[in-house]
Each structure stands twice: as structure tokens, then as C-alpha cells.
């Protein structure tokens, strides 16, 4: 079965950075976007950051300029590199995988659907 699997969480200060990794293993269809989105407390699970198969990458208006969305296709890893970190960015990351992508796929995550990891956790204060 599909697994996803997030590190690279943590404490970091304001204005500082932080990378997130996700290691897929499983029988990933090569033609699904994956994505990273977060939940803060008592807070809805909103989109971060997704990358097409085609590499297309699509952010939101809150972390664009400050996060990267990468993958490393051969070794089934996708990144979120995030730097001029916020408070308000402080929350459990997800990484997913879906057919579904692009847009609505930031926008409406459907955490119900697709493929999930187990969430990790980052702090800014």
C-alpha cells in the first residue's frame, strides 16, 4: 500500500528556515500531484504548496516568495523548503497525493481523499 512519510519538523525562530521531506513508498501512480498542507489548532486543513507530475507548482498567497515546493523523483521524495518563517506559519504539516491537483486541489483539500501522511509538527515563535 501507499505510504507517505514526513520529517523534518520542528522549532525554528522567526525569520528562520526549515525544510520538510516526504518519502513515498508504495505503488504510487507516477501521474498523481503531491502536495504539502497544514492544520493549525482548531484551524481547518489548508493548502500550502502542490507540484504536478508535470512540475507545475501552485502556492498559497501566504507562503509564496517564502516556500519552495521540490521533488526528487527518482528517490520517490518531495520537499518544502520554507524560510522567513511566521508565527502564523506554525502548525502540523501533511504531505498527499492525488489525482487531483492544480488550484482546486490547494484550495479544497478533501483530506477524505487521496493519499495522507501522518503529519509533522512546526513551531515558530
Known amino acids: 500500500h501507499v505510504q507517505l512519510v514526513e520529517s523534518g519538523g520542528g522549532s525554528a525562530q522567526a525569520g528562520g528556515s526549515l525544510r520538510l521531506s516526504c518519502a513515498a513508498s508504495?505503488?504510487?501512480?507516477?501521474?498523481?500531484?503531491m502536495g504539502w498542507f497544514r492544520q493549525g489548532h482548531e484551524k481547518t486543513r489548508e493548502g500550502v504548496a502542490t507540484?504536478?507530475?508535470?512540475?507545475?507548482?501552485y502556492y498559497a498567497d501566504s507562503v509564496k516568495g517564502r516556500f519552495t515546493i521540490s521533488k526528487d523523483s527518482a528517490r520517490n521524495t518531495l520537499f518544502l523548503q520554507m524560510n522567513s518563517l511566521k508565527p502564523e506559519d506554525t502548525a502540523t504539516y501533511y504531505c498527499?497525493?492525488?489525482?487531483?491537483?492544480?488550484?482546486?486541489?490547494?484550495?479544497?483539500?478533501?483530506?477524505?481523499?487521496?493519499?495522507w501522511g501522518q503529519g509533522t509538527q512546526v513551531t515558530v515563535s
Open positions: 498527499a497525493a492525488s489525482f487531483r491537483f492544480g488550484k482546486p486541489w490547494l484550495t479544497d483539500p478533501q483530506p477524505n481523499a487521496g493519499w
Open positions: 507540484i504536478g507530475s508535470d512540475g507545475a507548482a
Open positions: 508504495g505503488p504510487l501512480n507516477s501521474n498523481v500531484a
